[in-house]
């Protein structure tokens, strides 16, 4: 377990895309929006002269989830989430258990928070024998990112006990076919579960995500939201993208990307390559010496992939991709093959 922050928490797949570069290094699926919704999302801005209101798309997330609407806030993506929780919690020990997106760390930082980190070794697989008996406040992904494990609903939930929020961001859990492992409609008391409809349709400039949680929890923090801090527009989205006939379209994509992830990882495997295994959601993880220097080459030759060493618990060897369709990684797999690789 460390203290330590030396990485830089900050850094986030964006940065390293631009320039023309092929985009392997941020998780959002491309080709999105499709037009169905982005006739929406054009379509809300005539009502734009009026303030916001999330009550349609807060009933289509409750029906979603088979919660009650007093369980769900909407925020302005999982971000925003992340800090609200910062702001509301006053947690005596809070563990962030790595490698895992690194917001929720960098936030409960900037709100004066110490943070304890517990580093998954074994393929990151979780134990939750692995965290301290008095954390109060622990946080962890499913499917984690960046290294696309699917951790077991029951090995979550175990991390709650009484005096203890455990956070679980499930962003990327809508690209799991079925999402076995979620427990967005489980919520077991204590638990917060964080989603975000970025990366599935494609939504990452309209910041659109939401919170589940008790009702006490979601009023607490609904009180240090900013006033109307979700738009019109991406309330239209959250509702739209709630919508059973939107749920059944992720599921048949997310289905179709398993098949892709697999393949891919089954390639850079059969080259001798460290992927993380039994990846799960739209990226994968893999180790591979010089790493940085791999991806500064890959840069030369127009491909953006992410470091992995802004995330603790990895390292200068790792890097992440993002898994596109066939013919695109096909075309990032002969540029790795012509460096021997």
Same mark, same amino acid.
């Given at each position: ?5 030396? #990485? ?18 941020? =998780? ?116 984690? =990112? ?20 455990? #956070? ?22 204590? #638990? ?12 990452? +400039? ?51 990307? +398993? ?12 080259? +001798? ?28 030759? +127009? ?39």
């Amino acid at each position: 377990m460390s203290a330590a922050y030396e #990485v830089d928490l900050r850094h986030h797949g964006d940065a390293e895309i631009g320039g023309g570069l092929a985009d392997f290094a941020v =998780n959002v699926r491309t080709g999105m929006p499709p037009e169905w919704l982005a006739e929406r999302i054009r379509a809300s801005v005539a009502d734009l002269a009026a303030y916001p209101d999330p009550r349609p798309a807060r009933r289509a997330v409750a029906r979603r989830h088979g919660r009650s609407v007093e369980e769900v806030l909407l925020t302005a993506g999982a971000a925003e989430a992340f800090v609200l929780l910062a702001r509301v919690l006053a947690p005596r020990r809070a563990v962030v258990v790595h490698p895992q997106f690194t917001e929720p760390e960098a936030a409960l930082r900037a709100a004066g928070h110490e943070v304890e980190r517990v580093i998954l070794s074994k393929d990151f697989v979780l134990d939750p024998g692995l965290v301290p008996e008095d954390a109060d406040l622990v946080v962890v992904g499913n499917p984690t =990112n960046p290294t696309s494990v699917l951790h077991p609903a029951d090995a979550v939930a175990a991390l709650a006990r009484p005096g203890r929020t455990v #956070v679980v961001d499930e962003a990327f859990m809508d690209v799991v076919p079925g999402e076995p492992e979620s427990l967005a409609s489980r919520l077991p008391t204590g #638990v917060v579960v964080i989603r975000s409809l970025t990366k599935t349709w494609g939504l990452a +400039g309209l910041r659109a995500g939401y919170v589940l949680a008790d009702p006490h929890l979601v009023g607490r923090l609904a009180e240090a939201q900013p006033l109307w801090a979700v738009s019109t527009p991406a309330l239209v989205a959250v509702e739209a993208c709630s919508s059973p006939e939107a749920v059944a379209e992720a599921e048949a994509w997310a289905v179709q990307l +398993g098949a892709e992830r697999d393949r891919l990882a089954a390639e850079l495997t059969g080259r +001798g390559l460290y992927v993380v295994p039994e990846a799960r959601a739209s990226f994968l993880c893999l180790c591979v010496p010089d790493a940085l220097g791999i991806r500064a080459l890959l840069r030369q030759r +127009g491909y953006a992939v992410r470091r992995g060493d802004t995330f603790p618990g990895l390292g200068s060897d790792w890097l992440r991709i993002a898994v596109r369709d066939r013919p695109a990684n096909d075309r990032l797999l002969g540029v790795l093959g012509e460096l021997g690789i």
